[in-house]
């Protein structure tokens, strides 16, 4: 909720992305929605008194700091915008809302919701402050204790002059309570960074333009701002709905455990599962995590609106899971984009970045707060201050559409995202090489087409590789043996298998790579011809009136695939132009990219017909082991060669035995490697000495045309 909004403050200025609502803020809230239901008979109006305090407390917060005037102008109209609205309708309920209420008891609430913001601001501030000075924890909380047994006071004092004494005691007692939870939340807060300390380049950093034209950190703010908005909004709702359909406080507490905090902890365990922390990138779980609350969403609705049952509260636990993965990603994300920025910059940021994304986070808070604070006015004026089960399609609808709407504008923007572990990998790397002193043009430049301009992910074909996966099922085996080594490139070499290798290799092979791709099948007028030549014409199964069209269809396919795995074009039979191939092969590999090749010969004149053959090894072409020689005189480094041989009758993908460039050797060092290699294949596929080897590989060398 929007009370989470100072935590997350001091969180973000302490180095992580802000949570959803911690039980500090939590309680609280329930808390002063509950006392409203006692006193007033109207739980969301206790909900929207607490709002008009924390929205303050926030703003007062931003300006006191200096953070607000240093945001980019848009920012700063739209938040003077919805400040005006919300101040407005802060008048609204304090001022004109009194007259169908008791205006004593409103003022009760409404005094009890600004005691509770005190004794929380006080208490992080008395430990900080002792932090600060080296006074011992146990002196820091006898301070906090005594200052929230004269807050205890006051509230006593409130109660007992205003209510029946069981309705007292039973507030005074909830109230002791938020006592003990902030207590319990004190220990373990992170510290916010000093102001000064950052000096005053992290207003440059809100400031000046310099950032706002790289494309990846531009995209990242946005996607940070909007999620954060959505948070404050979307758990305001969760608790909202709690409060409104519980029995008693503590039966509000317990649902709200089970539904929040016991699902956060839970997608918490499951995100360092291997799945998640290996194999998705950080966008990718934004994305799973948008989706979800997404989905979540839209099912509270559905189920809410019949009437308040265990799917709903389910829902809204699933919705907190989302949340969840959501801001773990951003906290992930936020620290790739400070290699981003000391990429950018030429130095890193430290706690001027720090508290510039703290300044961010805080401002999206404040919006979100304020977003609420509006729905929730617009629950209390127009629907009494309850949501009805009897009617919450309608008295929710201030509070779900915008989450909604939030969310949607989040998904978006998070498809924009070019960071992938890939490009955090390789910026790290050449952050390392320049901290050593060392240079890498190929890398630097391949970083700035990645994020600085304008380049998102494709997405696209990942989904296209997942819808594929069951039907060309491949077992890895022995990717194991590979072992990479830092900063130098893997060139891996596999069958053809007519279309079979190039498809499961592409969806199964378990490392990033660039393959190589024939130019027939990058030029539209000749990829269809060479396709059916060498592959549709062959296949017996396909009516022959069809076989045209069916290539003209697989040809866009493939043309699509090739440019979203960013192949590399291979110019055989134009030496001039293969001269490009091998240029951007080793600046590829100089980039930190490995090499994906098929390197058998689909001419050979052995064969019974021209194409690759459809089982076994053909003839290898050698020169494609040029591209190790070139890297090697421009890096001093020796790439190593992994051969894979995909069976399509086993269904495996099995890795071989690895050679690396011999530079001791350059003459015959192609064709040792192709010889290698190929040997390595026939012996996977169990052909050693048999009738695929027909004319052997020296042979090859006298045919090829590389």
């Given at each position: ?7 997350t ?8 992305l802000p949570?959803?609502?911690s039980?500090d803020h939590?309680?609280?809230?329930l808390?002063?929605?509950l006392?409203?239901?006692a006193?007033?008979s109207?739980?969301v109006?206790g909900g ?12 007062s917060?931003l ?8 945001l ?18 802060a008048l609204?309920?304090l001022?004109v809302?009194?007259?169908?209420v008791d205006?004593?008891?409103?003022w ?10 005190l ?5 992080g ?9 080296g ?11 005594e200052?929230?047994l004269l807050?205890c ?13 069981q309705?007292?005691w ?9 006592c ?6 004190l ?13 005053h ?16 950190y531009r ?5 940070m ?12 709702l ?31 365990l ?6 998640f ?7 990718s ?6 989706l ?9 609705l ?5 009437q ?16 969840t ?5 951003l906290?992930?994300l ?10 950018v910059t030429?130095?890193p ?7 510039a ?7 999206a808070a404040l ?5 609420a ?6 629950i209390?004026l127009m629907?009494?201050?309850?949501l009805?089960p009897?009617?919450l ?16 504008a989040a998904?978006p ?9 890939r ?10 090489l ?23 992910r494709r ?5 296209v ?10 077992r ?10 830092q900063?130098?490139s ?11 290798g190039?498809?499961?290799?592409n969806?199964?092979?378990p ?8 130019d ?6 000749q990829?269809?011809?060479?396709l ?5 014409k ?9 076989k045209w069209?069916?290539?003209r ?5 493939l ?32 980039a ?5 090749i098929?390197?058998e ?11 690759y053959l459809r089982?076994?090894i ?10 190790a ?20 009758k086993q269904?495996?993908l099995?890795f071989?035995?690895?050679t ?5 050797n350059?003459g015959?060092?192609?064709?040792r ?19 695929a080897?027909?004319?052997?590989t ?8 590389v």
């Open positions: 909720m929007a009370g989470s909004a100072r935590a403050g001091e969180a973000r200025q302490g180095g992580g949570g959803f609502a039980l939590l309680f609280p809230y808390y002063c929605m006392a409203s239901t006193i007033l109207r739980p109006l929207a008194l607490y709002m008009i305090g924390q929205v303050t407390v926030l703003f917060r300006a006191m700091q200096g953070d607000y005037r240093h980019p102008p848009a920012l700063r109209r739209g938040g003077l915008l919805l400040g005006g609205l919300s101040a407005l309708v609204g309920i001022l809302y009194p007259l169908a205006l004593h008891r409103l009760l609430v409404f005094a009890l919701s600004c005691l509770l913001l004794m929380s601001e006080l208490a501030r008395i430990y900080r402050a002792g932090h600060r000075s006074l011992v924890v146990t002196r820091r909380y006898v301070r906090i204790a200052m929230m807050t006071g006051v509230a006593a004092l409130l109660l007992f002059l205003s209510q029946p004494t309705t007292a039973y507030l005074l007692g909830g109230y002791a309570l938020c003990v939870f902030r207590i319990l939340t220990k373990g807060a992170p510290q916010p960074a000093q102001a000064g300390a950052a000096g380049s992290w207003k440059q950093l809100l400031e000046g333009e310099s950032l706002a034209q790289v494309n990846a995209v990242f703010r946005a996607v701002m909007i999620t954060i908005t959505a948070l404050q909004v979307t758990t305001i969760i608790y909202t709905y709690i409060g409104t359909t519980a029995l008693g406080l503590f039966s509000s507490l317990l649902i709200a455990f089970v539904c929040a905090l016991l699902s956060r902890w839970l997608t918490g499951l995100l360092t599962r291997p799945l922390r290996q194999k998705l990138a950080p966008s779980t934004l994305l799973l995590g948008l979800l609350w997404l989905l979540s969403l839209a099912s509270f559905l189920h809410a609106l019949r308040p049952t265990g799917f709903s509260y389910a829902a809204l636990a699933l919705c907190i899971s989302g949340v993965m959501a801001a773990r990603a906290d992930t936020e620290k790739d984009m400070r290699d981003v920025v000391r990429f030429g130095a940021q430290g706690r001027a970045l720090t508290r994304h703290a300044a961010l986070s805080e401002y919006v979100g707060g304020m977003v604070l509006l729905g929730l006015a617009l209390t629907f009494g201050g309850s009805r009897d009617s399609s309608l008295t929710a609808q201030p509070l779900l559409l915008p989450a909604l709407a939030l969310v949607i998904i923007a998070a498809f924009r995202l070019p960071m992938d572990r490009v955090a990998e390789k910026t790290r790397t050449f952050l390392r320049q901290s050593n002193g060392e240079t890498n043009l190929p890398l630097q430049k391949q970083l700035e087409d990645l994020v600085i301009k304008v380049h998102r997405y696209g074909i990942w989904l590789i997942w819808i594929l996966r069951p039907f060309f099922y491949s890895v085996v022995g990717a194991d043996q590979v072992k990479p080594e900063d130098t893997i060139i891996f070499t596999c069958n053809h298998g007519e279309l079979w190039p498809i499961v290799s969806l199964f092979i490392f990033s790579f660039r393959p190589w791709v024939i027939e099948i990058a030029v539209p007028d990829s269809s011809t060479y059916y030549n060498n592959t549709i062959r296949q017996r199964w396909i009516p022959e009136r069809l069209p069916a290539t269809l697989v040809t866009r396919f043309k699509w695939v090739m440019r979203s795995i960013d192949s590399i074009p291979v110019y055989r039979d134009n030496p001039r132009a293969l001269v490009n191939t091998f240029r951007e092969t080793a600046s590829a590999m100089e930190g990219d490995n090499i994906l098929f390197p010969n689909p001419n050979d004149p052995d064969q019974e017909q021209a194409g089982e076994g053909g003839e290898f072409f050698s020169g494609f082991a040029m591209a020689q070139i890297y090697h005189q421009r890096t001093g480094k020796c790439a190593q060669f992994y051969p894979i041989y995909a069976d399509k269904h495996t099995t071989g035995q690895m690396r460039y011999d530079p001791d350059p015959d060092e192609k064709q490697i192709a010889n290698h290699l190929r040997q390595e294949m026939l012996r996977m596929a169990g052909l050693e000495g048999g009738g080897d027909r004319e052997g020296g042979q090859a060398a006298e045919r090829e045309t």
